[in-house]
T-cell receptor, first 110, second 115 residues
Framework: GESVGLHLPTLSVQEGDNSIINCAYS??????FIWYKQESGKGPQFIID?????DKRQGQRVTVLLNKTVKHLSLQIAATQPGDSAVYFC?????????FGTGTRLQVFP | KAGVTQTPRYLIKTRGQQVTLSCSPI?????VSWYQQTPGQGLQFLFE???????NKGNFPGRFSGRQFSNSRSEMNVSTLELGDSALYLC??????????????FGEGSRLTVL
């Protein structure tokens, strides 16, 4: 079946450094991807999305890169801050169902 | 603008009982989706409702059901609870629905513990 996964369960970065969170997917028909951030005790919060007709999209301090050839996407967070500490999920869809990855916990240390 | 509201936030049930969870979407949002979140399985899609109709369904047994009312509020029900049903149940709303048409706005979830 189709799957969306993340490479690392935990990522530790120093405050001020850039963070890169990776995600792989199996369904080449997936045409829409979203990154969510989930802080402890809260529901997931939308960060940024990208459609398959793009390979890069930028937001505020965040950039999502999509490589359809290897079915991989990444979330880059510039100048990581303590408030970025959370679990990050990628999700992909082929228009009828959103499949979530298992999440990467980002830990930011001073 | 109020966000997605889920009630109750926490509840404890025993095996064999049933539970009903409620979700009020953001005003104007007509699509409501439900997800089960567990440490081992991550976020698993349960079902989506749009205009009172179930539009999509995940791979969960029939013990899991839901409905949506004319005001877009939604409920999900789990009957004959099992220990493995312990999880955080998340509701998400969107304007037009369709899992691939836009961002989902999540509530803070209902944490169910089955003893």
């Amino acid at each position: 079946g189709e799957s969306v996964g993340l490479h690392l369960p935990t990522l530790s970065v120093q405050e001020g450094d850039n963070s890169i969170i990776n995600c792989a997917y199996s369904n080449s028909a997936s045409d829409y991807f979203i990154w969510y951030k989930q802080e402890s005790g809260k529901g997931p919060q939308f960060i940024i999305d990208i459609r398959s007709n793009m390979d890069k999209r930028q937001g505020q301090r965040v950039t999502v890169l999509l490589n359809k050839t290897v079915k991989h996407l990444s979330l880059q967070i510039a100048a990581t801050q303590p408030g970025d500490s959370a679990v990050y999920f990628c999700a992909g869809t082929n228009t009828d169902k959103l499949i979530f990855g298992t999440g990467t916990r980002l830990q930011v240390f001073p | 603008k109020a966000g997605v509201t889920q009630t109750p936030r926490y509840l404890i049930k025993t095996r064999g009982q049933q539970v009903t969870l409620s979700c009020s979407p953001i005003s104007g949002h007509r699509s409501v989706s439900w997800y089960q979140q567990t440490p081992g399985q991550g976020l698993q899609f349960l079902f989506e409702y749009f205009s009172e109709t179930q539009r999509n369904k995940g791979n969960f047994p029939g013990r899991f059901s839901g409905r949506q009312f004319s005001n877009s509020r939604s409920e999900m029900n789990v009957s004959t609870l099992e220990l493995g049903d312990s999880a955080l149940y998340l509701c998400a709303s969107s304007v037009s629905g369709g899992q691939g048409t836009g961002e989902l706005f999540f509530g803070e979830g209902s944490r169910l513990t089955v003893l």
